[in-house]
């Protein structure tokens, strides 16, 4: 398997809670803004806000990680990604609410890419100390 040995566990688990520690509560504050406001300016910067928090989930994970800090730092982001929307698709079904499949398999690149670049600043700046 080409992944094995890639993936380190100690660096994925601590991207994947920065970035559920500071996505989560914005983007639940940015659900309750919504269901009251839809046409509220402060959607976009709350969603700009919530990839940002990818970007530290990347970014953290690749400063933890020994190798490969662009795959840990990715697949770190998307893992919180991954456990959030986990979470809200089973609130969404439960509450008899639509599943928008493609905003999701969208939203996962987006944080895929995210990661990606929060990774790409972490082991720059690992290098560099």
């Keep these: 398997m080409a992944v094995k040995g890639t993936l380190q566990l100690e660096a994925l688990v601590k991207g994947a809670a920065a970035t559920i520690v500071v996505c989560l509560?914005?983007?639940?504050?940015?659900?309750?803004?919504?269901?009251?406001?839809?046409?509220?300016?402060?959607?976009?910067?709350?969603?700009?806000?919530?990839?940002?928090?990818f970007v530290l989930g990347g970014w953290v994970a690749a400063?933890?990680?020994?190798?490969?800090?662009?795959?840990?730092?990715?697949?770190?982001?998307l893992a919180g990604y991954v456990v959030i929307q986990g979470v809200a698709i089973v609130v969404r079904l439960a509450g008899g609410d639509p599943v928008?499949?493609?905003?999701?398999?969208?939203?996962?690149?987006?944080?895929?890419?995210?990661?990606?670049?929060?990774?790409?600043?972490?082991?720059?700046?690992r290098t560099a100390t």
């Design 100 to 125: 928008q499949f493609v905003a999701v398999v969208f939203n996962g690149i987006l944080a895929y890419g995210c990661g990606l670049t929060g990774a790409l600043a972490g082991a720059r700046n």
């Design 63 to 77: 400063r933890s990680a020994t190798d490969y800090p662009y795959t840990n730092g990715a697949v770190a982001a």
């Design 25 to 53: 509560p914005l983007a639940l504050l940015s659900a309750a803004i919504h269901h009251d406001h839809p046409d509220s300016r402060w959607i976009p910067i709350f969603y700009f806000v919530v990839l940002l928090s």
